[in-house]
């Protein structure tokens, strides 16, 4: 009898511990539902390649999620070095930014990190898995992008296709055949694996081969239309792209290391709805968004077992930036810019 008595005891307490675990991490996703259901609407900063129909996939399957009616306005990047350094200039001027939630790659992330630009949240208690929460509470990550150099398969022999970083040093490529794009913080993730004095020269090199500059789409377009022959870093969004299109852009596969940049989503510090902006990235980590997210803008997570991008990564080199590395990174995409004439 007492045995029995012990044993009910002993269930009672475990189901009262497992409801007050059970409590404690639904209590502030609950109350962060309920201050985002009072703002009502979202300034989301995202890629142009997510479309605007896949923006309001997301919002659908959000406002499903958290039985919500939060109006999405998505705004698509257009160059997203511009808009960071906009965003910082904002801040620095005491001016409210024009996006709650920003979109961007981590490099973009590293640089309104150091301009303390970042509305942090503790992203864990809401049960975000802490290996995708960087930039100290201030970003989640939600995918991975994949870059190497990209050509078009039916202007480029294969006998001419890059197979190292270094051939496209080859004079051969001198004169505009190259095309090189604003997000030269790619060329600045080379120096976490090669050295920043190896990267550095190789970027000097680049830029006596006088490449054709201009945004990503803008060399994308140009690469389609044979106007150069080679982009010295495509991200696989604009493969993606080309691929449900059926355009002929392709990455040189087999170049190492590929350098993968992960999209983060970040709170602005002075942000008009912040607590939507929280909330929707919470959600762009879970099932359902990265469903919407990999079918339109064509990433998945690499640390998520399974996913395209996990399967892809294996076997590979593959270059991740972590926070340590922001600095540097930060450093040399401004100074690469400056080598390759997109700044003075």
């Known amino acids: 009898m007492k045995r029995l008595k012990f044993l009910v005891i002993t269930v009672i307490t ?24 009072k703002e ?8 142009s390649t997510l479309t605007p129909e896949g ?24 160059a997203m070095t511009r808009d960071v350094g906009k965003i910082v200039g904002m801040a620095a001027a005491g001016v409210p930014p024009e996006w709650d ?29 802490p290996q995708v929460i960087g930039y100290d ?34 004079p051969k490529w001198k004169g505009g055949k190259l095309g090189m794009g604003t997000a030269t913080h790619h060329l600045a993730r080379l120096a976490t694996f090669w050295g920043e004095d190896k990267a550095t020269k190789y970027v000097k090199g680049l830029a006596k081969q006088q490449p054709s500059l201009g945004q990503l789409g803008v060399i994308y377009s140009r690469l389609q239309l044979g106007e150069i022959l080679v982009a010295i870093t495509m991200t696989d969004s604009f493969v993606h792209r080309a691929e449900m299109k059926g355009a002929p ?39 359902p968004a990265q469903e919407i997210w990999e079918k339109y803008g064509g990433q998945s997570s690499a640390f998520v077992p399974g996913t395209t991008a996990y399967k892809y990564a294996q076997g590979k080199k ?24 997109f700044t003075k």
């Open 318 to 341: 593959v270059l991740y930036m972590t926070q340590d590395q922001a600095q540097m990174v930060d450093r040399l995409t401004a100074e690469y810019g400056k080598i390759l004439g």
């Open 55 to 78: 923006a309001q996939k997301l919002r659908d399957a959000f406002n499903k999620q958290y039985s919500l009616n939060i109006a999405l306005n998505y705004n698509p990047s257009g």
């Open 40 to 47: 009502g609407v979202i300034e989301f900063y995202a890629p």
């Open 249 to 287: 852009i392709v990455h040189a596969e087999g170049i190492e290391p590929v350098i993968s940049p992960a999209y983060n989503a970040g709170v602005l510090k002075g942000a008009r709805h912040p607590n939507v902006g929280h909330l929707f990235a919470v959600f762009l980590t879970t099932p």
């Open 137 to 170: 509470n201030g970003t989640v990550i939600l995918a991975n992008q994949f870059v190497l150099p990209a050509y078009n398969k039916k202007t480029l022999p294969p006998k001419d296709v890059p197979k190292r970083w270094e051939d496209l040093l080859d």
């Open 14 to 37: 475990f189901i009262a511990v497992v409801a007050s675990v059970r409590h404690a991490a639904t209590a502030p996703l609950d109350e962060l539902i309920a201050a985002a259901k």
């Open 101 to 129: 939630l920003m979109v961007v790659h981590d490099a973009a992330h590293a640089t309104l990190w150091l301009k303390k630009a970042h509305k942090p949240f503790d992203y864990a208690k809401v049960g975000v898995d």
